[in-house]
Every structure is written in C-alpha cells, then in structure tokens.
C-alpha cells in the first residue's frame, strides 16, 4: 500500500520514526494506504516551519491573502473530480452525493474568507482622551493548531484553514486518523500560492493531536470532534493560557408541530437526519412530534426511512453510504440492541451486508426523555420519534440535553415559530428546514456543543486579536 507522508514547510516530509497506521476504505473494509502516525518530534518540526511562514505571511496585505485565496478556490474546483474521488475513497461516500452536496460550499466558503480577508471592521480612530489619539488594531494570532473530524474532512479542513489563513495566521492541522488523504491533497494544491509553513498538514493519532495543543508555538487551538476531545483540548490548551476555539457534539432537536404537512415534513426530515448517514452534529435526529399527529408521522417517516436508498461510492442513486469506521459502526449498533422495552425500532435497525460499514435507516419510537438515544449523540443513520402536547412541554424536552448546536421548529404559525426560535437554546434555530448552511451565517453551540464560531465575520474574527494604540498629540 501507498505510504503518505505529512506536509510541512510546503512539501511532503517523512516522519521520523516511520510508525504508520492502515487508513481503511469504509465502504469496503480494505485497507488502502498507510498514513504516518507523528510524533512530538514531527509536530515540533511543523510548529517550526509554521513560525517561519508566519514571519512571511503577517505582512501579506489583504489583497495579497485574498488572491491566494481566490487562486486557490480556482486550483481546487479546476481538480475538483479528483478531490470528490480521493475524498470518497477516505469517507466511503457516494461519490454524485459528494459532489453536489459538499464540493460547492467549500469552494463558496474558500472565496468567502478571500473576500473577508478585506473586510475587518473596528472601532474608528478618535480622541477619546484630550490630546490623544486612539484606534484598534486586529492582528493575526499567530501559529494556529487545528484538528478536524472524520464526517466531512474536506470541508471541515477548509472550515479551520480559510478564515485562519485569510486573516493572516499560519497553520498545523491535523485530519483523523482515518480520513487524512483529502486533506493532505489540499494542503499540496494550496502550497502553490501560499509561502512555505503557511499551510501544515500532520498526520497521526490522539497522542499527535495532544502534541499539536500542548506545543509552545500554538496561540490558539481548534477543534471540531467529540465532547470528550474538545475537553480535552481545553484542559491542555488552559495550561498555556491558548485560546480554544471548539465544535463540538450535538443533538438537535426537530420539534414538529399539529399543523404540517405530514407527509413533506417527514420526507424532508429524513433528509436532514440521514445525509451522510447521520454523521452530522447538526443533523435532525431527534424528533419531537405533537401528539395529534404522531401515528401519521412516525408512519410516513418509517416509509422515508425505507426509500431512502444506502450504496458506495459508485452508486449514484445512493443517498448516504457507510458509517466511517468500524468502532463507529459498533457504537450506533450499540445503541440499537440497547432500544429499552417501553421504546420499538419501527424501520432499519440492521446492518446491510458483511463488507464495509452499512447500516440501515432507522427510526425508534417511544423513547422516554432520559433514554439514552435521546440524552446522547448517536452519530448515524438513526432518527428518534418522542411525542409531546403541548408547545411548553416541547421547549423543555427540546432543551433537556447536554448540547445546544442547533435545532428546528416545523409550523405554519408564525408566531409560534418565533417563540420557539427564542426559546430553543441552541446557536442555530431553523424553521421549516434543517440543515443548510451559508458561508455567511455563523455556526456554533452552547453547553457542550463547545464555543466559538465557524464559517461567517465571526468565525473570521476568531483568528484575530484586538490591539489598542494610542499616540498623545502634544
């Protein structure tokens, strides 16, 4: 199998100690390649040259960081196919679903920070002490570590890189272990028009990522990934007083009021519940549904549940295809031979076939509140159906969680909607959908689902720092 190697310094290195690790096709279960597993000593290497392309790079103008960034938004969409397929073989998606779903808005958020880039914004210059001028500076940071998930590695690569790179800031990112493939593609295409250390790719495992935060260099980590890893980040990163910047888990609630169309709200649900096979802190797998109309739903959503058709990379009628990995697949089907007595799962609930990491689309109704498909994030193709009567009792199940990343309401009253909208305490509310998203909106959580923003002028602004400059006049 093909040997990959990090990228540093604008060009593929070894690491040092030669220990690699099988990245695994999940639509298969083969491995295909080997991806180094980095020591300290790598990523010190990395932090070193991204200190170096920081020195360059801080003075770049505006101009000069948007038209990287805009050339390379054109590099990535002129080898866009090969950027689908290498992605699809790291994730085990469908390959048409890829293309349309996830290639656009990255290169839309590419261009996005490129324009942004000229666009900060600040108090304006004044006396605001006689005899004495003040204004504000927004600086880059620095050196930014970052870590990406496994669920969309090259859309979340661009999500940490653009704003970071695009207000000034070098970077050492490190993918998943399991999916690094498409990430490292980019950071090669990127090298073209970047300074060499801007843009650092080390591959590796936890014990890497801890290396990434724990390292001096760093001025602020990033991570989007599990609860559990961005505590994780934010102990070691307090130790040094770095700032963190964290995405983490979810659990949205999808509450669905009596007066939908049963059958076109159950359809688009199952659409935002099972792209990418639920692999998605934002996906709409926690339905709260009023009672009146409960039956019907749970019954139309059990029937999108069935017509929603699950393939590999090459199947180009396939919605979604494998869960990631295998110990991915064994949590999702944990939490399915666990279903408690009291609740039924009334579709899927099976894995589909004996290769690679296929599982059903599934719905479970008759949860209670404190089950744990309602309490904890799942991570698959699994939507959960709770009834409730009235709105009150709806806010407070909806809010009865330790995540707040996002979440939906279904009405035709307007307002209704937009009580909900204030009373869901989520950082991103929909209503009469879920899941889009624009490079221009914010996207982030409360509680557990972390703090900090992606994509939007505050995502951007995340990668800068305020300075106060003063000049007495006299």
């Known amino acids: 199998m093909p040997v990959l190697r990090n990228f540093v310094g604008g060009t593929y290195t070894d690491a040092v ?9 999940p639509s298969t279960g083969d491995g295909y390649a080997l991806a180094p597993v980095s020591s300290a000593q790598d990523v010190d290497a990395a932090m070193t040259a991204a200190a170096a392309g920081f020195e360059t790079w801080r003075d770049a103008t505006p101009a000069e960081r948007q038209r990287a960034l805009l050339r390379i938004a054109d590099a990535v969409e002129a ?3 090969e950027i689908v397929a290498v992605e ?21 958020e590419l261009r996005f920070f490129a324009g ?6 600040g108090k ?10 003040s204004y504000v500076r927004r600086e880059p940071i620095g050196v930014c570590a970052q870590i990406t998930p496994w669920n969309y590695p090259m859309v979340m690569a661009v999500w940490k890189f653009a704003p970071a790179i695009a207000a000034g800031n070098s970077v050492v990112l490190k993918p998943s272990d399991t999916t690094p493939t498409s990430t490292l593609l980019l950071a090669e ?12 790719v080390v591959c590796g495992n936890r014990n890497t990522g801890r290396s ?19 505590m994780e980040v934010a102990v070691a990163a307090a130790a040094d007083l770095k700032r963190a910047h964290l995405e983490l888990g979810g659990k949205a609630p999808v509450v669905v009021f009596d007066d939908v169309d049963v059958a076109a709200v159950a359809e688009a649900i199952a659409g935002a519940g099972y792209f990418n096979a639920g692999q998605d802190c934002t996906a709409a797998t926690r339905v709260l549904v009023h009672g009146r109309i409960a039956a019907d739903f749970t019954d139309a959503l059990a029937a999108a549940a069935a017509a929603t058709k699950v393939g590999g990379p090459d199947d180009t009628e396939a919605y979604f295809g494998p869960v990631n990995n295998a110990g991915q697949l064994d949590r999702v089907r944990g939490f399915l031979d666990r279903t408690p007595d009291h609740a039924r799962i009334v579709a899927g609930g ?5 290769r690679g990491y296929f599982l059903e689309p599934t719905v479970v109704a008759g949860l209670h509140q404190r089950d744990e498909m309602i309490q904890d994030e799942v991570f698959g193709p699994v939507i959960t159906v709770q009834q409730f009567d009235d709105e009150d009792d709806a806010v407070r199940w909806a809010n009865d969680v330790r995540f707040g990343l996002s979440a939906s309401v279904w009405t035709q009253n307007h307002g209704r909607a937009m009580r909900m909208s204030r009373r869901l305490d989520f950082g991103a509310v929909w209503i009469n959908t879920h899941l889009p998203f624009v490079s221009e909106m914010p996207h982030g959580g409360f509680g557990h689902s972390g703090y900090g923003k992606d994509l939007s002028m505050y995502g951007f602004e995340e990668y800068t720092r305020i300075k106060h400059v003063m000049s007495h006049l006299g």
């Open 116 to 121: 942004a880039a000229r666009n900060l914004e």
């Open 17 to 25: 100690d030669g220990v690699t690790s099988s990245v695994i096709d």
């Open 189 to 200: 295409i990127a090298a073209e028009f970047l300074p060499p250390g801007v843009l650092n």
């Open 350 to 354: 099976q894995r589909i076939g004996d």
């Open 212 to 230: 990434l935060v724990e390292h001096p260099a760093p001025q602020l980590v990033s991570i989007t990934g599990s609860t559990r890893a961005g």
């Open 88 to 108: 699809c073989r790291n994730t085990g998606k469908p390959v048409e679903a890829t293309r349309q779903e996830e290639m656009g808005p990255l290169l839309d």
């Open 79 to 81: 080898r866009a196919d």
């Open 124 to 133: 304006s210059a004044g006396e605001y002490l006689r005899d004495h001028t």
